[in-house]
């Protein structure tokens, strides 16, 4: 069983890919090579591999790397399941997590939502989204000094306000104000709530 995250950057028209691109492929590479693990393509647009268990992770971590961008977003949709044949890259590979990504990603822009999952569970499918979707009602609203605290905490759980302090060169009540403001608390229950889910996946 895998999990393919198909993605794409909001508003990438409106900045150059150097804002952006490398600290994705940088990001990317913690998973795996490209093509057969990851690829960025038409642009804007990507396609990773991971296993399931940090599907859900891997794309808050994308989201708030992305976000750490003023005024970018991202869109994604993961999808869990077989890979039935596999290419010379993952855009070429196949299976039921392939499809299933393929098939939420084209519903998404149209339900106006910037993730959602697909595991073959219709019911695990119904509460994991609507977690998402409630979720989403902050992760949307981030701003790009919130994504970064964000993305550094979620990269390293056990690090400490001071530490990230240190590492952004601010105050660590600074530090505790943002990840306030970016709900971090809610975001952890979140993720680890969803391993639990994984368990009853089928492929």
Known sequence: MIAIITGDIINSEEHKASEWINVLKKQFLKYGKAPTEWEIYRGDEFQLKVAPKEALLV?????????????????????????????????????????????????????KLNLAIATGNEKEDQSLNLMIKLALNFMDEWTSVSAEIIAIALANTK??????????????????????????????????????TVKRMKS
Request: glycine letters at 6%.
């Open 59 to 111: 794309a808050l971590q994308i989201k708030a790397l992305i976000k750490s961008v003023k005024n970018l977003d991202v869109r994604m949709s993961i999808g869990v399941g077989s890979e039935d044949f596999k290419g010379a890259s993952v855009s070429e590979s196949n299976g039921t997590a392939y499809k299933r990504s393929g098939r939420i990603f084209e519903t998404l822009r149209e339900e």
């Open 159 to 196: 690090i400490s306000q001071q530490d990230i302090a240190e590492q952004l060169n601010i105050k660590q009540s600074a530090v505790s104000q943002r990840q306030k403001r970016a709900r971090l608390d809610l975001v952890q229950e979140l993720l680890s709530y969803y391993p639990q």
